[in-house]
């Protein structure tokens, strides 16, 4: 079925410091992709989306571009700050019924 | 809109006993999801609603989880009897159709002793 794959590992980084998070899906149609955040205490919150071939869906400085060809949808932020840390999902539709798969999360901390 | 609204939002209990985890949806979203979070197996779905009817309960662990929807703005996830292996963050989530974006609660996290 539709799945997909986030890189292994938290990510460490320092403030103002350029992040990329790696996710690549699978799927047998054309779906919507996600990255949600979820804060510490917190649940999930849509930070992005983009529904098809090379849309870049983008908030809060974070970018991601749904590149069919490579079926991939990479997180990018060119600056991050320490209210940054939190762990990001990437996911996708299933369908039209709004099902969500959702890869493992990477957890992201921003050092002062 | 106060969101989607979970409770407990923590709850400790021992093993056998009864769980019932509650979640209101955002007025007006007509699918529900149940998601249960862990650190091993990361964000699974337990089960999702359509206008209160279940569409898919294969991510439901075992006999032991059931969940209900008796109307649009309630559902219940119950876990009779409890283990160890139950602990986790539940996660409710609502929608509306065509949406395609899936509002979260806080989460109840459950612990089993």
């Known amino acids: 079925g539709d799945s997909v794959t986030q890189m292994e590992g938290p990510v460490t980084l320092s403030e103002e410091a350029f992040l990329t998070i790696n996710c690549t899906y699978t799927a047998t149609g054309y779906p919507s992709l996600f990255w949600y955040v979820q804060y510490p205490g917190e649940g999930l919150q849509l930070l992005l989306k983009?529904?098809?071939?090379?849309d870049k869906g983008s908030n809060k400085g974070f970018e991601a571009t749904y590149r069919k060809e490579t079926t991939s949808f990479h997180l990018e932020k060119g600056s991050v700050q320490v209210s940054d840390s939190a762990v990001y999902f990437c996911a996708l539709s299933e369908g039209g019924n709004n099902r969500l798969a959702f890869g493992k999360g990477n957890q992201v901390v921003v050092i002062p | 809109d106060a969101g989607v609204i979970q409770s407990p939002r923590h709850e400790v209990t021992e093993m056998g006993q009864e769980v019932t985890l509650r979640c209101k949806p955002i007025s007006g979203h007509n699918s529900l999801f149940w998601y249960r979070q862990t650190m091993m197996r990361g964000l699974e779905l337990l089960i999702y609603f359509n206008n209160n009817v279940p569409i898919d309960d294969s991510g439901m662990p075992e006999d032991r989880f059931s969940a209900k929807m008796p109307n649009a703005s309630f559902s219940t996830l119950k876990i009779q009897p409890s283990e160890p292996r139950d602990s986790a963050v539940y996660f409710c989530?609502?929608?509306?159709?065509?949406?395609?974006?899936?509002?979260f609660g806080a989460g109840s996290r459950l612990t089993v002793l």
């Open positions: 983009a529904t098809k071939a090379d």
């Open positions: 989530a609502s929608s509306s159709r065509g949406a395609n974006v899936l509002t």
